[in-house]
């Protein structure tokens, strides 16, 4: 079965501090793509960051970046210097192999002042 | 560039009825993919459109169905409602190219009840 574990239901931080989200996946290909997902309590998803699996540089945008472990199968994401407004859910995942976004169960991250 | 829209952004329906939803993706995208959001089952993908034909298909019963317009536009139709068919629908459009490598933007969503 094609799967996405995000093995955190909550989180929290305290403002300007650092935070790992988790996230580990299952799949047979050798190309594929990561994504992670942010939504906000306003409901609209926003993406976030996405990794190419054949790129062994972690991608990186601002504040967030991730931690590829192919062999692992782990992507898991920093959030830098997090802000209040970084409060959502966050949702790990992968492109299946028809094209459709296969979605962890979401890691509800809470930032607080 | 506008993002991706959907109507309406709340939908109160009873059981037996049916239910349309509209998207429209952002300006240049061929592909829409629908997914349902619920407590229990988290995200699951419902079906992809591309050029106004249906590309991809999740595991949802023949009552989830939906179509594509020429200018991109989709439409998801569900009949028969349920009450298990309250959830949040939402919609992503893409560029379109390889499935594998392609990006969904997501709308805002449309929250439906079912009564």
């Known amino acids: 079965a094609q799967t996405v574990t995000q093995s955190q239901p909550e989180m929290s931080v305290q403002e300007a501090e650092t935070v790992t989200l988790s996230c580990t996946y299952d799949?047979?290909?050798?190309?594929?793509?990561l994504f992670w997902y942010k939504q906000p309590p306003s409901r609209q998803m926003i993406l976030v960051i996405r990794?190419?699996?054949?790129?062994?540089q972690n991608a990186t945008e601002n504040r967030f970046s991730v931690n590829f472990q192919k062999a692992a199968k782990s992507f898991s994401l920093k959030i830098s210097d997090s802000q209040l407004g970084d409060t959502a859910m966050y949702f790990c995942a992968r492109r299946g192999s028809q094209g459709n976004l296969i979605f962890g169960k979401g890691t509800k991250l809470s930032v607080k002042p | 560039k506008a993002g991706v829209t959907q109507t309406p952004r709340y939908l109160i329906k009873t059981r037996g009825q049916q239910v349309t939803l509209s998207c429209s993706p952002i300006?240049?995208?061929?592909?829409v993919s629908w997914y349902q959001q619920t407590p229990g089952q988290g995200l699951q993908f419902l079906f992809e459109?591309?050029?106004?034909?249906?590309?991809n298909k999740g595991n949802f019963p023949g009552r989830f169905s939906g179509r594509q317009f020429s200018n991109s536009r989709s439409e998801m139709n569900v009949s028969t409602l349920e009450l298990g068919d309250s959830a949040l629908y939402l919609c992503?459009?893409?560029?379109?190219?390889?499935?594998?490598?392609?990006?969904?933007?997501f709308g805002p969503g449309t929250r439906l009840t079912v009564l």
């Open positions: 300006s240049g995208h061929r592909s």
């Open positions: 799949t047979s290909e050798s190309n594929y793509y």
């Open positions: 459109y591309f050029s106004e034909t249906q590309r």
């Open positions: 992503a459009s893409s560029l379109g190219g390889l499935p594998s490598t392609d990006t969904q933007y």
């Open positions: 990794q190419e699996a054949y790129k062994q």
